[in-house]
């Protein structure tokens, strides 16, 4: 007797069948190596982009710094992180359990908790798509705009990063990278936090839209 799930497609209730599993199995493993295997270094290149910028901004400004800047649709209000869009109306209570953080690179727009109140509490939100630093390296029109110093400093500050960790990308000495870095925020493109004997640098809205600008022009 096949059984029918609500919303579930037709063929749901024949998943008790080894045949269909192993159809749906082999469908599922062919999209992964059609869609989704050419584009995974690239993923996990932006995931760890995600969790170096939350790094930085949770060691420059706090958890509430960190939860103010998972997404535009966020808000920590103490003690009520909002969400807003959300699909629904409800409130999640942890009840002094934590949240899990999950960044996404398929979530778009709204952040999503899971629906079940029995699971650990657990926030999928959209991965900061910031403009592409890896695969910049040789972008000609910005290397001849700034230089290719100070280009490659710019695309460091796309995640956020310390003095010593531009100077490293951009090869040269931090002495070097620290002059670049003033002539960058002097022109807008750049700001800079200084905490303790480290300064944090990070891209302007005008210093993100040159880099998206150098990447169109490719």
């Known amino acids: 007797m096949l059984t029918r799930t609500v919303g ?27 869609v989704i295997a050419p584009h995974e270094e690239a993923i996990q290149e932006r995931l760890h982009a995600e969790r170096t910028r939350h790094a930085h901004t949770l060691f420059r400004a706090g958890t509430e710094g960190m939860l103010n800047g998972l997404s535009p649709t966020v808000r920590w209000r103490s003690p009520v992180l909002e969400i ?39 926030l999928l939100y959209p991965l900061h798509h910031l403009p592409e630093t890896a695969s910049q390296t040789d972008s000609p029109p910005l290397n001849v705009l700034l230089g290719p110093t100070r280009a490659a400093i710019l695309r460091a500050s796309a995640t956020g990063s ?57």
Do not use: K
């Open 162 to 218: 310390t003095t010593t960790e531009a100077a490293r990308r951009a090869g040269v000495t931090p002495t070097t990278a620290s002059h670049h870095t003033a002539v960058l925020r002097d022109a807008g493109l750049i700001t800079s936090h200084r905490h303790a004997n480290t300064v944090l640098h990070t891209l302007t809205p005008l210093g993100a839209a040159l880099l998206r600008t150098g990447r169109g022009s490719r």
């Open 84 to 122: 807003d869009p959300y699909p629904d109306h409800r409130d999640v209570h942890l009840a002094g359990q934590g949240l899990l953080l999950i960044p996404s690179h398929f979530c778009w727009h709204t952040p999503v908790a899971l629906a079940d109140p029995g699971l650990p509490p657990v």
């Open 8 to 34: 579930a497609p037709a063929w749901a209730g024949r998943l008790t069948e080894r045949d269909m599993r192993e159809q749906l199995v082999g469908a599922l493993r062919a999209y992964h190596r059609a």
